[in-house]
């Protein structure tokens, strides 16, 4: 069973920074991408970033480019997604995803808050 468990969010002021963190319980060779997603009140669940587990290779939600990168620690199971020149809008719980092209297994998330 793969799990992300995601770690990181908090409180932060506009223009500020902050990683976020999600490991993976039990690493499976299946897992084919690491997504970020992000849900506000009352919106709907949309995409952020994903990286190819194998070859690394990332790309961005046009809202985050420039401002959010994303990376993975193979050894530790982790991906992480450093935000940087946070906004208010930016407000959200953001969720890790696993995929492994026929399944997608979700973490419970974790709340960024970025005041004016």
Request: net charge neutral; hydrophobic share 35%; proline share 5%.
């Amino acid at each position: 069973q793969v799990q992300p468990v995601e770690s990181g969010g908090g409180v932060v002021q506009a223009g500020g920074s902050l990683r976020l963190s999600c490991e993976v319980s039990e690493r499976n060779s299946k897992v084919y991408v690491m997504r970020w997603f992000r849900q506000a009140p009352g919106q709907a669940r949309d995409f952020v970033a994903m990286i190819n587990w194998t070859t690394g290779t990332t790309t961005y939600a046009d809202p985050v480019k420039g401002r959010f990168t994303m990376s993975r620690d193979i050894p530790k199971n982790t991906v992480y997604l450093q935000m940087n020149g946070l906004r208010p809008e930016d407000t959200a719980v953001y969720f890790c995803n696993a995929n492994t092209l026929t399944d997608d297994y979700w973490g419970q998330g974790t709340q960024v808050t970025v005041s004016p």
